[in-house]
């Protein structure tokens, strides 16, 4: 079965502070994708990323990177350098892999993790 | 591309009411779309999957009778609240998924409720 675990329910830094999220999965699949979402006070979720459970290079873009480590099944985020902007719920999720036809559902969320960037 | 809309944005309604909110598909096709549920600090939660042309599938819990689910056409979904009631009110997302190697699904903005 599919599990995502965010443990870190609320974080807290001070602006220009860098902050790590956590993310742990489980799956039986050998192929599988992984995603980070941001959800601002608006509501909308805002895709981050998506890795591929084949690729483990680490990904940096700006202020943000990911480190996947299949080793350990995680898929941590770092903003270096915070910002106020940048407070908001993330979550992270697993996609299985393969197509299905009708009813299965392929995206499993974590319970996310509530940023606050403090000015 | 690959952007879905949701409307409305944001609903408040009398209890008893029933409430239609649409989830659209602006520039793709998509066979497969999810309903979920967000309360306040929750994660989404998936009430059910539609798929065009077919019934709804519905996750356990969800009463299907509340919670109608029509999906017409490759680009519409709606999901209406029937006889609405406070404990009703949250935050309804929509999904549509896109047939590739990676199953993505992009999400409407998402309708707020709140249920008097």
């Known amino acids: 079965a599919q599990k995502v675990t965010q443990a870190q329910t609320e974080i807290s830094v001070v602006e220009k502070e860098d902050v790590t999220l956590d993310c742990v999965y489980e799956?039986?699949?050998?192929?599988?994708?992984l995603f980070w979402y941001k959800q601002p006070p608006s509501g909308e979720l805002v895709f981050l990323i998506r890795r591929n459970s084949f690729d483990e290079q680490n990904e940096i873009s700006g202020r943000y990177s990911w480190n996947f480590q299949k080793s350990t099944s995680s898929f941590n985020f770092t903003i270096t350098a915070s910002q106020v902007v940048d407070s908001a719920v993330y979550f992270c999720a697993l996609s299985e892999a393969g197509w299905h036809q009708t009813g299965a559902n392929n995206l499993f969320f974590g319970t996310g993790t509530r940023l606050t960037v403090i000015p | 591309g690959a952007v879905v809309s949701q409307h409305p944005s944001r609903v408040i309604c009398k209890s008893g009411t029933s409430v239609k909110i649409e989830c659209r598909s602006l520039?793709?096709?998509?066979?497969?779309m999810f309903w979920y549920r967000q309360f306040p600090k929750q994660s989404l939660m998936l009430m059910a999957t539609?798929?065009?042309?077919?019934?709804?599938?519905?996750e356990q819990g969800v009463e299907k009778d509340k919670f109608l689910i029509n999906h017409a056409s490759l680009t519409l979904s709606t999901l209406t609240v029937t006889s609405a009631h406070p404990e009703d009110s949250s935050f309804y997302i929509c999904s549509a998924r896109v047939r590739t190697v990676y199953n993505e699904q992009f999400f409407g903005p998402g309708t707020r409720l709140t249920v008097l």
């Open positions: 520039d793709f096709q998509a066979t497969t």
């Open positions: 799956t039986r699949d050998t192929t599988y994708y």
């Open positions: 539609s798929n065009e042309g077919s019934k709804a599938t519905y």
